[in-house]
């Protein structure tokens, strides 16, 4: 009786011994989170009117985006505003009107849980003075309202690739009438919980 609890014991603890360094190596791949980091860059069109008759004005030019990152560890949900006051326009087109800017960055890392859902709403600002000044004002088209004369779509979306911060997803925003792109790169960071 007393060898044969005495080799369960033994065979118990042998199986133990073996399983012992599986169980942190599972727990460490567990581990693995991520959190999200949005940059926004703003182009024209090369047909675009600012670029034909406005080369080298100054301007300025403010969106509202719509953020949705939720998670067990985070969660956020907010219209951002960022502004840019001092833009100049480039004398040919490929040259961004504002370069690569970071917008939102999640401090907390957090389960894999997909991308947070990002929508510009609306573009404004102005180009020039004077006589020769061009408004921007493009918005969103919704239900039961009249097409907007300078419709912004959003949504529209960008091969993936990957630049010196690392892999990205990138999804434009484009104006119709004023002919620019709000385009935006979401950043998936490994990190972990």
Not at 104 to 114: A, L, M, N
Request: proline share 7%; net charge positive.
């Amino acid at each position: 009786m007393r060898f044969r609890t005495f080799r369960r014991l033994l065979a118990l603890s042998l199986v133990a011994s073996v399983l012992a360094p599986v169980g942190p190596v599972l727990g460490a791949a567990a581990e693995l989170g991520v959190r999200h980091r949005i940059d926004v860059m703003v182009s024209a069109e090369p047909d675009a009117p600012v670029l034909s008759r406005l080369k080298g004005a100054k301007g300025e030019l403010s969106f509202t985006v719509r953020l949705s990152a939720n998670s067990k560890e985070s969660k956020f949900f907010g219209m951002l505003r960022p502004s840019f006051p001092d833009i100049v326009v480039p004398d040919g087109p490929g040259k961004p009107l504002v370069h690569q800017t970071k917008l939102w960055e999640e401090e907390i890392c957090h389960q894999r849980r997909g991308l947070p859902k990002v929508t510009v709403t609306q573009l404004g600002g102005h180009f020039a003075q004077g006589e020769g000044r061009i408004e921007i004002s493009a918005i969103n088209r919704h239900i039961g309202v009249l097409v907007p004369p300078d419709e912004l779509t959003p949504g529209i979306k960008l091969d993936q690739g990957s630049d010196s911060f690392g892999l990205f997803y990138a999804f434009r925003a484009q104006s119709r009438n004023s002919r620019l792109n709000v385009d935006l790169k979401i950043y998936p960071i490994d990190c972990f919980l």
